[in-house]
């Protein structure tokens, strides 16, 4: 189940940089996420890159490496769909899965959203909230609260 599940999360992120040769528009840009709900708060530093298709789908793979005793990795894909309120605010919720090894490896969802600004035409401040319910039953499921930054080409 895992080898399949990260041949499944390679092929995505390897679709998503090929198609870069696609009409479309790119973000990419560092985040800061705090996992919640794990014992103590474990806090990820990593990076993410979001593919628009349309005005409104986009969709965000990211790789964070988690700050704790045995640092860990979470690897997330989701798919958002984007509501732009005007004035360079857009919100958006977010599903996707997501695989990581807090404890021990295991795979789940992520459910959530979150909100962009534009601080120039080409940076964004980014913030979020998403619940990553596990597959895995017998430990928690965080609450993980992002912030980043992205640039847009």
């Known amino acids: 189940m895992k080898k399949i599940l990260f041949t499944a999360i390679a092929t ?3 679709a998503t940089a090929v198609s870069a040769q696609d009409a479309g528009r790119w973000a990419v ?3 800061m996420n705090i996992y919640t709900n794990t014992g ?3 806090v990820g530093l990593g990076a993410f890159g979001r593919y628009s298709f349309t005005d409104n789908w986009r969709i965000e793979p990211s790789l964070m490496a988690l700050l704790h005793s ?3 990795i979470d690897i997330s894909v ?3 769909y984007v509501f732009h309120l005007g ?3 857009e919100v958006y919720p977010a599903v996707g899965l997501t695989a990581n090894d807090i404890g021990k490896w295991a795979a789940g969802l992520n459910i959530g959203g979150g909100f962009d600004y534009a601080i120039t035409s ?3 401040l980014s913030a979020g909230l998403k619940w990553q319910p596990m597959f895995d039953n017998k430990r928690s499921n965080p ?3 992002s912030i980043g930054a992205a640039y847009k080409f």
């Open 29 to 31: 840009g560092p985040r």
């Open 122 to 124: 080409e940076w964004d």
């Open 78 to 80: 989701d798919a958002q």
């Open 143 to 145: 609450v993980v609260i």
């Open 12 to 14: 995505l992120f390897l």
């Open 70 to 72: 045995g640092c860990s």
């Open 87 to 89: 004035k360079g605010w």
């Open 40 to 42: 103590d708060a474990v």
